[in-house]
């Protein structure tokens, strides 16, 4: 099992970033995904999950309305679009496997993409 994220970066305030998820080594078309993050000095916090097929999302409240996840079955690939970000949002994220990533483990997610948003 393989998780490799990207897309990660410093932007300003205000600015966008879309992270990607490569995944590999298991059926991920059959595997609801999510994105979790972790801020220094801070527990994880999950951000958003989406089902198998992508019909249905769920976002933390912190995010709804400025990020928005989506997958791609065919290319085993996981996305989360961040707009209007804030400097709250910096933190290194992960994508994992399942609707329960903080429960399940670290060793569900993938090795992380730092973002970073300061002016």
């Known amino acids: 099992v393989q998780l490799v994220e990207s897309g990660g970066g410093m932007v300003q305030p205000g600015g966008s970033l879309r992270l990607s998820c490569a995944a590999s080594?298991?059926?991920?078309?059959?595997?609801?995904m999510s994105w979790v993050r972790q801020a220094p000095g801070k527990g994880p916090e999950w951000v958003a999950t989406?089902?198998?097929?992508?019909?249905?999302?769920y976002y933390a409240d912190f995010v709804k309305g400025r990020f928005t996840i989506s997958r791609d079955n065919a290319k085993n690939t996981l996305y989360l679009q961040m707009n209007s970000l804030k400097p709250e949002d910096t933190a290194l994220y992960f994508c994992?496997?399942?609707?329960?990533?903080?429960?399940?483990?670290?060793?569900?997610w993938g090795q992380g993409t730092q973002v970073s948003v300061s002016p």
């Open positions: 994992a496997r399942g609707r329960s990533p903080i429960a399940t483990g670290r060793g569900s």
């Open positions: 989406i089902s198998t097929a992508g019909g249905n999302t």
């Open positions: 080594g298991f059926s991920f078309s059959t595997t609801s």
